[in-house]
Every structure is written in C-alpha cells, then in structure tokens.
C-alpha cells in the first residue's frame, strides 16, 4: 500500500513541477526576447544596412582611479564590430564608454551600481550577471550587479531579444572587470 501511496504522490509531484517548470522556462525565454520578445529589430539579420559614423552623445562621470583603470582595460578590449553593428564614436569619456549601430547600443563603464531588490529578477549570461530594467523610450538597461565595477549596456527598444545583445559583451566584461566578492541571489 505505501509502494502506491509513493508512486501516486511522485505521479502529483511530477504533475505539479512539470508545467511550473515550462511556464518559468517560458517566462525566461521570453524575457531575454526569444521569438522576438519585444518590438524586434525591423531589419532582417545579415542584410545591409547604413552605418552612421557621427558621434554617440553620452556622459562621462568622473570615476576614481581604480575604476578608471578597468573602465579603460574593458573598452580597449571591446570589438570593432558587434553583429553587424560598428563601433561609433562616443562625445564624452571614450575611456568609459562605447557605441554601435543605429540606433545606437551603447556600453557605459563606471556607472552606478543598481539597488537590487531580494524579488528582483537577474540574469547569468555567458558568466556575467545582470539586472535588466526597462526604460520609458522602450529601450533597457542590462547593469552588471557582480563585478567591481558597474557596467550597463543600453539596448534600443528596436532591438530584438536585448538579453542576448547584452550578452555580446559578457566575455569582454568578464574578462576584463573583476567579480565582486558580493552578488544577489540568483547569481552564480
């Protein structure tokens, strides 16, 4: 009798997790704009497209030496070239800051570290771990919350699946801006 009893409560238990299990997988997907999550990006991936040249209005914060150095070890190691994007000129603190493509995607070293709530949702992509908020203008910030240094990456509202265009970057970032001794739950 307790062999079915077993079997009937591992048959609910299974019952239960399966489909809690896809809806959160469901949910993820989604959030890091699987089948275009989003507004998605109106231009076929790999076709031609026009690549401004001028220059990304961005600030420059004035950052201690510390953070100075890796903001400066981060950006020299950045790609010419993300996807199809190319790197853009930046108006302030090309120390601390890139741009590609239009509209422009852009890395900012040195910024704020974000307050993270205990619910808050983050994301491990390729190693790094980021917090996503979304802005007015459609377009959402990807901020590390587990090196020493914050970097945010903006991805434009026009582009689809800005969790993996934020993840371009994790093996530059990783590589370059130490891990914090401190990262929130749901972090490695």
Request: hydrophobic share 40%; net charge positive; glycine share 10%.
């Amino acid at each position: 009798m307790a062999d079915a009893d077993s079997r009937a409560a591992a048959r609910t238990a299974t019952l239960i997790a399966l489909p809690l299990a896809l809806i959160a997988g469901a949910v993820a997907f989604w959030a890091l704009g699987g089948l275009g999550g989003g507004n998605g990006d109106k231009r076929a991936a790999g076709s031609p497209s026009p690549q401004p040249s001028s220059t990304v209005r961005m600030p420059a914060a004035s950052l201690a030496p510390t953070p100075t150095t890796v903001c400066r070890g981060l950006i020299a190691q950045l790609p010419s070239t993300i996807r199809s994007a190319k790197r853009r000129p930046v108006s302030a603190g090309a120390e601390q800051n890139a741009a590609y493509g239009a509209p422009a995607l852009r890395v900012a070293c040195g910024v704020a570290a974000p307050t993270v709530a205990k619910t808050a949702t983050v994301y491990e992509l390729s190693g790094v771990c980021y917090l996503a908020t979304k802005q007015r203008d459609g377009s959402s910030v990807w901020t590390t919350v587990d090196r020493t240094v914050p970097v945010a990456v903006t991805v434009p509202g026009s582009y689809s699946g800005a969790g993996q265009w934020a993840a371009e970057f994790s093996d530059t970032i990783a590589g370059t801006v130490p891990s914090s001794d401190t990262a929130p739950s749901g972090c490695h």
